[in-house]
């Protein structure tokens, strides 16, 4: 199925343990994003990527790692879990990153609700 | 810097019409907007650039003024449909798309 997918949708995990959320797109598109909501902050920008091999750090990056190997995927790992990442992730690409001269929306994937105990 | 947005959250009746704004600190090249409903992902909206193109879907309407790098989204003759949680994202230049905190719609009958 064409669009963005997300993996697993929901994870209950403990404290000290690594997890890793899935975010898989078939548009080819050349940017990739992991955000994560919380209540009162909105939606906040953890890593992004503008194409294969090349990420960078969001707003939020520290405890995740991401790697890009392949344009159509874009795991985010938690290498040590903590109770302050318990959150909703949302992963989203798109054609463009504002980094360059033209904009595109962004697509959503459909969320991994992460409660860390 | 996250662009703040106002109202917070606003009540309206089916039919009544309501503006939501959205201001930076930075000099914008583009706002998108958003909309995300309870339990689902955001969807977009709408983008404004820098040089006034729009591009959108949406029968909602919205503006950009660059001097004062705000942009107000309209929303009129408000459907029970258009609940939900609306998000400008602002890109300034050489920066990923930075979101707000979002402003809470509420449509009642």
């Known amino acids: 199925d064409a669009g963005i997918t997300q993996s697993p949708r929901y994870k209950i995990t403990e404290t000290g343990r690594q997890v890793t959320l899935m975010c898989h797109q078939t548009?080819?598109?050349?940017?990739m994003f992991w955000y994560r909501q919380d209540l009162g902050h909105g939606l906040r920008l953890i890593y992004y990527s503008a194409a294969a091999d090349i990420t960078d750090k969001g707003e939020v990056p520290d405890g995740y790692v991401v790697s890009r190997s392949k344009t159509e995927n874009f795991p985010l790992t938690l290498e040590s879990a903590t109770r302050s990442q318990t959150s909703v992730y949302f992963c989203a690409s798109s054609e463009s990153g504002g980094l360059t001269a033209d904009s595109y929306e962004q697509y959503f994937g459909p969320g991994t609700r992460l409660t860390v105990t | 810097q996250q662009p703040v947005q106002s109202p917070q959250a606003v009540i309206l009746r089916e039919g009544e019409d309501a503006v939501i704004n959205c201001s930076s600190s930075k000099a914008l090249y583009s706002v998108h907007w958003y909309r995300q409903k309870h339990g689902e992902a955001p969807v977009f909206l709408m983008i404004?650039?820098?040089?006034?193109e729009q591009k959108g879907h949406e029968k909602i309407s919205a503006s950009f003024n660059e001097k004062k790098q705000q942009s107000s989204l309209y929303l009129t003759a408000s459907q029970l449909s258009y609940s939900g949680t609306y998000f400008c994202g602002t890109e300034s230049g050489n920066t990923p798309l930075v979101f707000g905190k979002g402003t809470r719609l509420s449509v009642i009958a």
């Open positions: 404004l650039l820098k040089g006034g």
């Open positions: 548009w080819s598109h050349s940017y």
